[in-house]
């Protein structure tokens, strides 16, 4: 039994997530990793250092750059028949083939899964995570997407897996990439963070998130908001923790002037540590938070980055 | 240019969801129902590119109970001209969906599907993608924004870095991601024109299609409950706490 394993990398290496789908991988046996691109020699070496992946397979070829849907779902499933399992994370990037791939393969998607029971069985929340229901496969190959929040990733190095170029199958053309706008920061990727602040529709303004970034940088974190923060346009659409946003699970999360709607906390309730900052004592985002400080967010976030200065 | 819609009957998103004691599933029973929130946006880009003289047809399809038959009465509402309902008491997963709507897609030729970017029961963010797969035909998923110029569609998707935009050739697949528009609400006027709308019913078996589920859901348990923690009384209070007792910063 053998997994493939679709993984998202930059400039910096493999993607964080992209090493949870291996590590989830993992409990199923032996691991092949496919990095697929224009220009992959580099991501292919990366891949090689990854622990556990035992073969790497490099797909070149310029149709499959920005992993666009169609023809790296074709290249999946021309790869496919070698494979009991087929994973990449649940980012934009997993959602976006591994569905396209189950459906050219006959087989039902198994979204986001936080636990791997057997070769069949699987756990994924559903309803917001409201529900985390164990459900088993009768398909004859799994496609699946892996929850990163939930598997500890692998180290970035340690493997030294042999690297072999696959030969690029008939790839559709019906899809072109144009452009990207993408959010450039210094601070870690939202998933990926060890600490995370975010701010809700209590931010008031997109500049009021100026008041995180001190306590931001004095703590490593990531930047984060509510879909109301995003909705109002304080902040870009990536910066999304929720149901339909990012999920995150970071060693501290600190909700600022955030209510705590359910399709809010569907994306940072595994926080180990909440911290919620909220004008409002009544506010559902405290029946969750660790510690919880009823205060005027105006007031507190200076507060918050004078102490932290202190010390 | 015929615009096809499928709109699903969910728990509303209001609704705090309850698992049953037996551990068979979610509570539905006397539960409030409402249209996916994600559908809601699918039907709203719908009726604006038939606004704009782009769509002159939009035909809402819902899978499922024969309550769905009140998910596509609320889509008509909105502006959809006609519905079709593929009844069944059997639970529909994204690939029976998806091959379901292949088939009604073979017969209505249109040349775009608006389907949402997830339902929010099954939260599987699955079928849009699989019915693309089925069809041969591009998807633009998570689109904040759709123009559509000639045989081109160009979409501009919500990835994890920010926005990327594609452009695919027609016919084609979208999913809607929440930000592309803010769906309407239905007037009084509009609700009445749509009791008169027509609806066509059909069974799976009409399609040609098997739909038998291919997860067998063994159970379903509630998510470890957080326990509110404590309230600090100051600022200096809390960064003490996180240093000494979380030990998180
Ligand atoms: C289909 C669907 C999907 C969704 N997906 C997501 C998702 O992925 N992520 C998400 O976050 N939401 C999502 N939502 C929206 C969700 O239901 C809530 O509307 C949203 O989370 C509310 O954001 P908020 O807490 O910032 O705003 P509000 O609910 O308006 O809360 C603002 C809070 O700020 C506090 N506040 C105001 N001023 C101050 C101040 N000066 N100091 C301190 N506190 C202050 C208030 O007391 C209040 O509690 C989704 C909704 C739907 C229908
Ligand atoms: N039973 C159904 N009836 C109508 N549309 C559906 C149904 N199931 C899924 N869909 C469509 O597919 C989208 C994604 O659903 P899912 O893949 O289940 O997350 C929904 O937003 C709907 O547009």
Request: proline fraction near 6%.
């Amino acid at each position: 039994m053998t997994s493939l394993v679709l993984l998202e990398y930059d400039d910096a290496g493999i993607k964080q997530p992209s090493r949870s789908a291996v590590a989830a991988a993992a409990k199923l046996g032996e691991i092949h990793a496919l990095v697929a691109g224009s220009g992959v020699e580099a991501a292919a070496a990366a891949a090689a250092k990854l622990p556990g992946v035992a073969k790497v397979l490099a797909a070149d070829a310029p149709a499959l750059d920005h992993l666009l849907a169609e023809p790296t779902a074709a290249l999946l499933v021309a790869l496919a028949p070698a494979y009991s399992h087929l994973l990449a994370a649940t980012t934009a990037v997993g959602k976006n083939i591994m569905p396209r791939v189950a459906a050219l393969l006959d087989a039902q998607p198994i979204s986001d899964i936080a636990e791997v029971v057997d070769a069949d069985t699987f756990v994924r929340p559903i309803y917001a995570g409201n529900g985390m229901a164990t459900v088993k496969s009768s398909d004859a190959k799994k496609v699946i997407t892996v929850r990163a929040a939930s598997f500890d990733p692998v180290a970035a190095e340690g493997g030294n897996a042999p690297i072999e170029a696959v030969s690029i199958p008939d790839l559709p053309g019906v899809s072109k990439f144009i452009s990207a706008e993408l959010s450039k920061s210094e601070r870690p990727e939202l998933t990926a963070a060890r600490v995370v602040i975010s701010g809700g529709r209590g931010m008031q303004a997109g500049e009021n998130f100026k008041l995180l970034e001190p306590i931001a940088d004095k703590l490593g974190a990531a930047v984060g908001a509510s879909r109301a923060a995003v909705d109002a346009g304080f902040v870009p659409n990536d910066f999304q923790v929720g149901q339909t946003g990012k999920i995150v699970a970071p060693e501290l999360y600190v909700a600022v002037g955030i209510s705590g709607a359910i399709q809010h906390l569907a994306g940072m309730k595994d926080s180990k540590v909440i911290v919620a900052i909220n004008k409002d004592e009544e506010a559902p985002i405290f029946q969750v938070a660790d510690y919880g400080l009823v205060a005027d967010l105006f007031t507190a976030l200076p507060e918050l980055a004078a102490e932290l200065e202190r010390s | 240019m015929k615009i096809l819609v499928p709109v699903k009957r969910v728990v509303d998103y209001n609704v705090k969801v309850r698992v049953k004691a037996d551990g068979s599933g979610i509570e539905t029973a006397g539960v409030k129902m409402s249209m996916n929130p994600f559908d809601e946006i699918a039907i709203e880009e719908a009726v604006r590119l038939k606004e704009k003289g782009v769509a002159t047809e939009i035909v809402a399809i819902s899978l499922g109970v024969a309550q769905c038959a009140e998910t596509i009465r609320t889509a008509l509402a909105m502006g959809a001209d006609r519905g079709i309902l593929v009844e069944t008491d059997a639970e529909l997963q994204p690939l029976a969906v998806a091959k379901l709507l292949k088939a009604i897609a073979d017969k209505e030729q249109p040349k775009l599907i608006i389907l949402g970017k997830q339902a929010i029961d099954d939260d599987m963010s699955a079928t849009g993608q699989m019915l693309a797969a089925l069809l041969g035909w591009p998807q633009g998923t998570f689109a904040s924004k759709v123009v559509i110029d000639g045989d081109t569609i160009t979409v501009t998707r919500e990835v994890d870095g920010g926005l990327e935009t594609v452009a695919l050739n027609l016919p084609a697949i979208v999913t809607t991601d929440l930000r592309l528009n803010e769906p309407r609400y239905a007037s009084l006027p509009n609700i009445m024109k749509a009791r008169k709308k027509p609806i066509d019913n059909m069974k799976p078996a009409d399609l040609g299609v098997d739909p038998a589920p291919r997860l067998t859901t063994l159970k379903v348990v509630e998510p470890p409950k957080r326990k509110a923690g404590v309230k600090v009384g100051s600022v200096a209070e809390l960064v003490a706490k996180l240093r000494t007792e979380a030990k998180v910063i």
